[in-house]
Nanobody, 123 residues
Framework: QVQLVESGGGLVQAGGSLRLSCAASGRTFSRDAMGWFLQAPGKEREFVAVITWSGSITYYADSVKGRFTISRDNAKNTVSLQMNSLKPEDTAVYTC????????????????WGQGTQVTVSS
C-alpha cells in the first residue's frame, strides 16, 4: 500500500506560477513511475505529466508542454509539478498517482492515487 499526499495548491492570477508537491509513503519503490492528473468540474480525469523511475524520461499533455515541468526526488519519495504561465483553463483538482509497472506511459493502469489539491487560476 502506498499513500500519496499532495500540497501546494491554491489561488493564483493568470500568468502566475505554482509548485505542487506529492509525498509518497508506505511501500514505495524507486522504480515506480509517478504522474500528475487533473479533473475539472463536471469532466473526467485527464493526464498531465509523468516521470519514470530514472527521472530521465518524461511525458506531457500537449496543453501543458513548455509551461509545466515534472521532477522527482527518489531519496525523499516525492514528485513535483512546477506550473508556470498559468491560465484560467488550468483550474482543476490535481492528483498524483503511482504506476507500479514503472512504465507510466500510456497513462493507464495506475495503482495508487492521492486525494488531490485544488488549483484555481483567476482571470
Amino acid at each position: 500500500q502506498v499513500q500519496l499526499v499532495e500540497s501546494g495548491g491554491g489561488l493564483v492570477q493568470a500568468g502566475g506560477s505554482l509548485r505542487l508537491s506529492c509525498a509518497a509513503s508506505g511501500r514505495t519503490f524507486s522504480r515506480d513511475a509517478m504522474g500528475w492528473f487533473l479533473q475539472a468540474p463536471g469532466k473526467e480525469r485527464e493526464f498531465v505529466a509523468v516521470i519514470t523511475w530514472s527521472g530521465s524520461i518524461t511525458y506531457y499533455a500537449d496543453s501543458v508542454k513548455g509551461r509545466f515541468t515534472i521532477s522527482r526526488d527518489n531519496a525523499k519519495n516525492t514528485v513535483s509539478l512546477q506550473m508556470n504561465s498559468l491560465k484560467p483553463e488550468d483550474t482543476a483538482v490535481y492528483t498524483c498517482a503511482v504506476d507500479r509497472s514503472g512504465r507510466g506511459w500510456p497513462p493507464h493502469g495506475y495503482d495508487y492515487w492521492g486525494q488531490g489539491t485544488q488549483v484555481t487560476v483567476s482571470s
